[in-house]
Nanobody, 119 residues
Framework: QVQLVESGGGLVQAGGSLRVSCTASGRTVSLYDLGWFRQAPGKEREFVGVVTGSGVTTYGADSVKGRFTVSRDNAKNTVYLQMNSLNPEDTAVYYC????????????WGQGTQVTVSS
């Protein structure tokens, strides 16, 4: 029902910033929560943040709070993840995900975009 495509990943030096984007297509996209996850090498997938269909933002680990910002442009069906003060621990594949607002399970996933932070 929803297709997600991430873009904007790349190589960044420690202390730098990067914004990744995810464009969603499908029916009733505005009713979905659009969120970000990441998976570092050898680690489990980690929740980063989400903007719900109602515009409420929530963040995950303390390590990203204050540095990462999730935003949403409903006119473009796009969710963004602005990452500031990056460090090598942020190196991961960043995935966009979607779920119907009010649900728990994330049903739709993008292909991921690689973010690499050099020391």
């Amino acid at each position: 029902q929803v297709q997600l495509v991430e873009s904007g990943g790349g190589l960044v030096q420690a202390g730098g910033s990067l914004r990744v984007s995810c464009t969603a297509s499908g029916r009733t996209v505005s009713l979905y929560d659009l969120g970000w996850f990441r998976q570092a090498p050898g680690k489990e997938r980690e929740f980063v943040g989400v903007v719900t269909g109602s515009g409420v933002t929530t963040y995950g680990a303390d390590s990203v709070k204050g540095r990462f910002t999730v935003s949403r442009d409903n006119a473009k069906n796009t969710v963004y993840l602005q990452m500031n003060s990056l460090n090598p621990e942020d190196t991961a594949v960043y995935y966009c995900a979607a779920r119907n607002t009010g649900w728990v399970t994330w049903n739709y996933w993008g292909q991921g975009t690689q973010v690499t932070v050099s020391s």
